[in-house]
């Protein structure tokens, strides 16, 4: 039987005066791709940091395979891998050194061979493994986060905004790493605004809107989701 | 959680932010320098001290084979004091080169002659010396400030801070290796030099122990300082760093300097030139004064010289000495002033360092050094003492007018200085 991974229930985060999440509900079962869509401060990166246990939750509940992400942070956060929007690690270190740093927090400590596969999976140049970051991409810098989430093998990933800055072939291969994740349980929350990307690996995608989830759109039977439909509402939504 | 390999990983880590390694080996080398500076401080005194000694032996010896009456011999006999350096004085220079640690006094008024430096060193109380306690003082919390002001606030303009506190899943885990070992760093970088002084010098373990914790503290101390405001939530570095270094402005700089304000108003400073001022104008208004009057206002506080026989003659050495005395005694109200003004200061300076802890480290390294003011008073009171047995020696062959003779000046013994010897009452 497939349990709930994730689950909202009323969610409701104010930020100074602004309130950035108001009622929110939503769940995301185990081994699903579950997709935020929404515009600029409609409340995506908050919920994701809700559910890490990281904010000041004024109402509701997040929480992680049935654990309180507001009473429980630390239990939830060692099921939790985390890909943030700037895929920011530290530019004076390189890829593996990187890696073996925050693997170490977790108090992981992968063998080189661990640590070469996930880097090879995330297809990063292999002479760039012991190049100071500071020499990446964009690009190369979110496939060593990539890596760093991969490696952490949690059952729950959370990403923000994953995509931003690949390039095309990295964002099909990118898809590929997600939906193979999914295949072996783990289950994944994205927020992004790439709306034609959430579509292609999402099983379901959320619009949401002013801290408020609006719609659910399912994939069908060829798991295929309506995007044309999204893009409306989403359109309507902004123009309202 | 395992620790070992979590505290190597932050070591490793440590080892690779190139700007602080770059500020731990600045301090490292500035104590270094400290240290060096100041054993070989310590170390030119002892030299200067021995060559003291046996100069004023061999002086000492040739005058007497010039002497031909007792006024005189006194007059040419210079006899050395001084003030050892302690095993820890390299660290804590102090009032070392304030008040005199070296001098050569014989039987003549006093005053003048201890406190003959206090006209000489003042470019000294201006500026201070550089020495381990200035770094530990003042040059220490501006590294801690730069290890600690952008700890947290660092990552959260980098964006990593989310992703470091998910990974580590608990902050302590996070946060404590990393604290623990820039404070064992910095704590090393001061302990190393410190540590290479007192083996070189010897230090009493236990006087060494002292200084470290000394140490230790003040880190402990600025670090929490700084971490206070550095974990405030939503701060960023340069806010951080600007409240940080007002902190050090206002603890190691106005609060001292407004207490040195303070002091100088509350407790109106006698010098110690006006000391030496007062007893030479009593000396040489003397020689205008009819000697009987010299010699009353001796006799009363020197009745066991006062059957001594009349002075019929314009001049004698008794009379000489007796103004030299009394001289002494004319400024001993002021110079006791001195003392008791110096002493209040001090406790005032005392009840400052419970705010200020760049006082308060150098307080607690001078006194454990034994450069503090209390060393200095005790060293002027071993001076009173060996001047005061200078004075008993010669008092009976004048004042009894003892014919001279080359044999019973040799019997006039007076044994050498020694600072760590009790020396009797006056």
Redesign the interface.
């Known amino acids: 039987m497939t349990e709930i991974a994730l689950q909202a229930t009323d969610l409701k985060v104010i930020r100074g005066n602004k309130t950035v999440l108001s009622g929110m509900s939503f769940q995301v079962m185990q081994g699903e791709v579950f997709a935020l869509l929404g515009g600029n401060g409609a409340g995506k990166s908050t919920t994701l940091l809700a559910f890490m246990g990281l904010l000041d939750v004024v109402d509701g509940r997040a929480e992680v395979l049935g654990q309180s992400a507001a009473e429980d942070a630390v239990a939830v956060r060692s099921k939790i891998a985390y890909l943030p929007e700037s895929a920011a690690l530290y530019e004076h270190l390189n890829a593996i050194e990187n890696l073996t740093y925050f693997l170490s927090l977790s108090q992981a400590r992968p063998d080189a061979k661990a640590l070469h596969s996930a880097l090879e999976s995330v297809n990063l140049p292999k002479d760039s493994w012991t190049q100071p970051l500071k020499s990446y991409s964009k690009g190369m810098r979110q496939k060593t986060a990539i890596a760093l989430a991969l490696l952490r093998e949690t059952p729950v990933l959370l990403l923000d905004e994953p995509t931003s800055g690949l390039d095309p072939a990295a964002v099909e291969d990118f898809h590929k790493i997600v939906e193979k994740l999914a295949s072996i349980g783990v289950t994944v929350l994205m927020v992004t605004h790439d709306l034609y990307g959430a579509c292609q690996v999402a099983h379901r995608v959320g619009l949401l809107r002013a801290g408020q989830l609006v719609d659910v759109f399912e994939a069908d039977e060829d798991g295929a989701i309506d995007i044309a439909a999204i893009r409306d509402l989403f359109l309507q939504q902004q123009a309202a | 959680?395992?620790l070992s390999?979590?505290l190597q990983?932050?070591f490793?880590?440590l080892l690779?932010?190139?700007a602080i390694i770059s500020v731990l080996l600045l301090l490292l080398a500035i104590a270094g320098v400290s240290v060096v500076l100041g054993l070989n401080y310590v170390d030119q005194e002892r030299q200067q001290i021995a060559e003291l000694i046996q100069l004023d032996a061999e002086e000492r010896a040739y005058k007497r084979t010039l002497a031909v009456d007792y006024g005189g011999a006194a007059y040419d006999a210079f006899h050395a004091v001084w003030n050892e350096p302690s095993e820890l004085a390299f660290a804590a220079i102090g009032q070392r080169d304030l008040n005199p640690t070296m001098m050569r006094i014989r039987a003549l008024a006093l005053e003048g002659q201890i406190y003959e430096t206090d006209s000489v060193n003042p470019e000294l109380a201006l500026t201070g010396r550089f020495d381990y306690s200035f770094v530990a003082a003042y040059l220490l919390p501006l590294v801690i400030i730069f290890l600690f002001y952008d700890l947290i606030a660092a990552e959260r303009e980098?964006?990593?801070l989310?992703?470091?506190?998910?990974?580590?899943?608990?902050s302590r885990?996070?946060w404590i290796p990393r604290i623990f070992l820039r404070l064992l760093s910095v704590l090393l970088a001061m302990l190393i030099p410190l540590w290479f002084g007192i083996i070189v010098e010897g230090t009493a373990i236990g006087i060494a122990l002292q200084a470290s914790f000394a140490i230790a503290l003040q880190i402990i101390l600025w670090s929490t300082l700084v971490l206070l405001v550095a974990t405030r939530p939503n701060f960023r570095s340069e806010t951080v760093a600007s409240i940080s270094i007002g902190v050090w402005v206002v603890l190691t700089l106005v609060v001292p300097i407004t207490g040195k304000v303070y002091i100088e108003s509350m407790v109106p400073g006698i010098k110690g030139a006006e000391v030496s001022l007062v007893q030479r104008e009593a000396v040489n208004d003397a020689w205008d004064l009819p000697i009987s009057d010299t010699m009353d206002a001796f006799y009363a506080s020197h009745p066991e010289w006062s059957d001594s026989p009349p002075i019929t003659g314009v001049w004698h050495w008794k009379w000489y000495y007796a103004f030299q005395q009394v001289g002494d005694e004319t400024a001993a109200e002021l110079s006791r002033g001195y003392r008791e003004t110096m002493i209040e200061r001090d406790q005032i300076t005392a009840n400052i360092a419970w705010i200020s802890p760049a006082v308060a480290i150098q307080r607690k390294l001078e006194g454990l050094a034994e450069t503090n003011l209390d060393a200095s008073l005790a060293f002027e009171d071993q001076v009173r003492s060996y001047h005061e047995q200078i004075r008993r020696a010669y008092y009976p062959v004048l004042f009894r007018e003892v014919p001279f003779s080359n044999e019973r000046l040799a019997q006039i013994e007076i044994s050498d200085f020694s600072p760590t010897q009790e020396l009797g009452d006056d």
Not at chain 2, 162 to 170: G, Y
């Open positions: 959680m395992n390999y979590r990983q932050e490793e880590f690779k932010s190139k980098g964006g990593r989310s992703l470091l506190e998910v990974t580590a899943q608990n885990s996070l």
